[in-house]
């Protein structure tokens, strides 16, 4: 079966750190991978997705990146966080089928 | 573009009732997904239930089902028999087309509270 890791599972880092957030999922091969984030009471955000080794899509323009190293690897970073940064962030694979996304447990980034 | 309306920011129900969670859409593509997610305090984000456009018969999983009523654009969350642990946050979501794949556009959410 497959599973959807995330880690750290929370961090607080001041503003101007750097930022490095792990996703990996197994039991499955080359899924769409997806980077979401969720601010404090308020629905889901889609910030990246990647369909393939190297290949990332950005929705919304901002200091973060994203990478794609392994088949089954997604990472979110960033070189200076910003105190709007603060979210809880969530990484889903998808089936590409009839598009339901299955989401790991999230991280929880708290900026001072 | 796509829109998903949940006008409902807060329910309360209670244990062994049914609730009804309100959805409604707007796309202009002829075939789209529509999707339910449960959103516990834990924070992660549990798939409950899918329906597609095409798809005759309403979706049911369990004590989940999707009341789908295409001309009107709605995409209700059923669940019948309230339990305690049903206590969360819960998302529609819409099928977004995007290259090589799909992405997931969602609503604001509806918090549910069950109450003993």
């Known amino acids: 079966s497959q599973t959807i890791h995330q880690w750290p599972a929370t961090l607080v880092q001041p503003v101007g750190s750097p930022l490095s957030l792990e996703c990996t999922v197994e039991?499955?091969?080359?899924?769409?991978l997806y980077w979401y984030r969720q601010a404090a009471g308020r629905g889901l955000q889609l910030l990246f997705y990647s369909v393939g080794i190297g290949q990332i899509s950005s929705e919304v323009p901002q200091n973060l990146s994203a990478s794609r190293p392994q088949d089954r690897q997604f990472i979110l970073s960033s070189k200076k966080l910003l105190l709007s940064d603060s979210g809880f962030y969530l990484c889903?694979?998808?089936?590409?089928?009839?598009?339901?996304?299955?989401f790991g447990p999230g991280t929880r980034l708290t900026v001072l | 573009a796509q829109k998903i309306t949940q006008t409902q920011p807060g329910m309360f129900v209670q244990e062994k009732e049914a609730v009804t969670l309100d959805c409604t859409y707007d796309t202009s593509d002829q075939s789209y997904g529509l999707f339910w997610y449960k959103q516990p305090s834990s924070g992660e984000m549990i798939f409950l239930i899918y329906q597609g456009s095409y798809d005759e018969q309403n979706a049911t999983e369990g004590r989940y089902s999707l009341n789908f009523q295409k001309a009107r654009k709605s995409a209700n969350l059923v669940i019948s028999a309230s339990q305690l642990g049903d206590s969360a946050m819960y998302f529609c979501a819409m099928r977004d087309e995007i290259n090589s794949g799909y992405a997931l556009n969602f609503g604001k959410g509806t918090s549910l509270l069950v109450t003993p």
């Open positions: 889903a694979w998808s089936v590409l089928i009839s598009g339901e996304q299955f």
């Open positions: 039991g499955t091969s080359n899924p769409n």
